[in-house]
C-alpha cells in the first residue's frame, strides 16, 4: 500500500495524466481503507463511533475536496499501524509457544525394579521418579531425592550462578543440569509446572493488560459525535421546517468541511511517528504509539537485576591472601586460573579470565577433579591445589590445617557484602579467598537517579537472587526497595499490587522470568542485545543497544511528544472554532474554508515532525548524553570493596 501511494503521489507530482494516478489512489483506498470502513460501520452498528470510521469519513472527505494526495496518507498512517500491531502481536504469541520448547520433550523414568523407561515429559505424573543425567534438561518440577549437581536455573529466577541441589532441593523443569546425575520425584505435571505457568501469566497479562485508546481516539470519539449531530441540524432543521435553501445548505457544507477531522488526526499521528523514528534511531524499539502516551504518564519504575542492572556474568575483584599463605598474588591466582581452566562453572570462567588479563601464562595441570558444591581439585607443578567454596572449610584435611579462622572469617565478610567467596587451598592449607561479582552495567547508578528524579518515586529492584546480592547491587545504585528470591509469577504480583495502589509501573528486564511481569506492566521495556527472545516480545519497547542510560531520556521524549500533541490539537480545535463562528455569522467562502481546513492540517502535520530533528532527543535528567568511555568511565562493581584483579 505505500508503495501505490508513492507511485501515484509521484505520478501525480510530476504532471502525469489522472488515468496514470487515479488508479493508484483508488487501490490504495480500498486496500487500505476497505476493512476499517467495515469495522467501523460495525461499530456503529453496536451503537459505538469507531476511530477507523472517522478516519475513512476523513480521507473521503478530503478526496472529496481534491485533496486525494492528503486522504490516501492517512489511509496509510492508519493502516500501517494497525499492521504493525498485528505483527508484533503474533510474534508475541509464537514466542511465548516456543517458551515450552526449554522442557524436553522426553524424560526417563525409574520404574520400582530399577528398570528405566522413556516417556513423553507430558505423560509424568506426581510421584514418579525421573532420573535427569548431566547436561539434561530437567523435565519436570520436583525434588531430588539423590544426586549432588549444580543446576543452572537462570530461566526461571535470573540467579547468575548455577545453583547447588542436592537431596531436598527443589528443581524446576526447563533449567539445565550440571556435571552430576540427579534423581527427582516429580511433584507437579507438565501442564502445572513453573514454565508452563510463565507461559500462561504472559498470555493472560497480554490479553487483559488495559491497553485503552490512544488519546487521540478518544478525542475523536466524542469530538466527532458533536460535529455529527452539529452537522445533522444544520441540514434537517431547515429541511423540517421548510426553511431550507441553498445559503443555509451551503453552510452546512462548509461545516463539513471546516470541521473535517483531518487536522485532529494529523494533530497526533506525526508527532507520535516521529518520537518512535528519533527513538529508533538512538537505539530504542518502541512497538506502537501507545506506548509512547503510557510513558508519559509512568510515576513508578522497577528493575530486574541480573541482566539489567547488572552484567550477568560474575567478575573476579579481589583476592585477598591469608596469613598463612605463603605465596603472592599472582602465585595464587596462576595456581587457582590453572586448577580451574578445565571447568566451565562460570566462576571458574571469572577466575580464568582474570588470570589471562592479567598476562598469567598458566602451567599445565593433571589429575583433574570436580565435585558439584564443592569445587575442583588438580595437581599444579607439583601442589596440590583445590577451588571452591565455603564447604572446603568442612574437609578433614583442611580441617586440621593452620590459617582455617582467618579463611573462614574473610570468607563471611565477602559474603556479607553480597558477593561469592572462592577458597584456594594449596596442599590442604588455605592461602587466599578470591572475591568475585556481578558487575553493574555503565552508568546503572546515574538511570536509576534520573529515573527517581523524572517519577518522584523510589524505584523497586525485583530479583530471583538472594538477598545478599540484591541488597548489595541496590546500595550499589541507590535503590532503597528491595524484593528477592522471586519467581516470576512473584514478580508478576508486585507489578500488579503497585498498580492496584494507582501507580502507572515501568518494568526494565531482560530474562524469561520477567515476562509476565513485562507483559502485565503498564510499560516493559527488554534490554535486548543478550535479552531472552519472550522477554523481547512481551517488552513494549526494546532496547537494542543495552544502554540503561536511554530509559530516561525515552520517558523525557515521551513526555515532550505529549505537550506536542497538546498543542497541535489546541491549535486545531482552535481553527475549527474561528472558522465554524466565522461560517455562522458572516458567512465563510468555501475556498477560504478549504485554505483554512488544509492550512491548520499543514501546521500541526510540520510542527509534529519537529521531533524527527537529532536535537529532539532528550537528555537524562537534563544533561547531555552521555557515550560509554572504559577509559575515563570505568564500569562499577557492586558492593562496597572493589578492587581489580
Known sequence: MPVLHSGAAAAQQFGAAPGWWWPGYVLCYLTGGLHPAIAGFRALWAGKLDVDLLMVQAAVIAAGMGQVLDGALLIVIFAGSGALEAVVTARTRDSVRELLDLTPPTATRLLPDGREQTVRATELTAGDLVLVRPGD??????????????????????EPLPALKNAGSQVF???????????????????QSVVAQVVALVEEASGTKARGQLFIETFEQRYSVVMAWITLGLVAIPVLTGTASQSTLLRAMTFMIVASPCAVVLATMPPLLAAVANAGRHGVLVKSAIVLERLAGIDLVAFDKTGTLTEGTPVLVDVHLLPAAGHDRDCVLRLAAAAEQRSEHPLARA???AA?????????????????????????EGRRVEVGGPSLLDGTATAQATGLPSAAHEMALVEAAGRTPVLVVVDHTPVAVLTLT????PFARETVADLAALTGADPLLLTGDGGGPARAVA???GIHRVHARLLPADKLDVVRTHQAAGRRVLLVGDGVNDAPALAAADVGVALGRHGADLALQSADAVVLADDLAVVPALIMLARRDRRVVVGNLVLATTVITILSAWNFTVGLPLPLAVAGHEGSTVLVGLN?????????WPTAAGRRPRLPNPRRHPPAPAGPRAGAP
Not at 556481578?438 to 552495567?441: P, T
Not at 509534529?608 to 529532539?616: F, I, K, V
Open 173 to 191: 523443569a526447563g533449567t539445565l543440569n550440571g556435571t552430576g546425575a540427579l534423581t527427582v520425584r516429580v511433584d507437579r505435571p507438565a501442564a
Open 351 to 353: 577466575v580464568v579470565a
Open 356 to 380: 589471562t588479563a592479567a598476562g598469567i601464562v598458566l602451567p599445565p595441570v593433571h589429575d583433574f577433579g570436580s565435585t558439584p558444591g564443592r569445587g575442583v581439585v588438580a595437581l599444579v
Open 475 to 477: 546500595a550499589a545504585t
Open 438 to 441: 556481578d558487575r553493574l552495567r
Open 137 to 158: 534438561r530437567v523435565c519436570a518440577d520436583g525434588t531430588v531425592l539423590d544426586g549432588c549437581s549444580e543446576v543452572d536455573q537462570a530461566s526461571i529466577t535470573g
Open 608 to 616: 509534529g515532525l519537529r521531533l524527527l530533528r537529532h536535537t529532539a
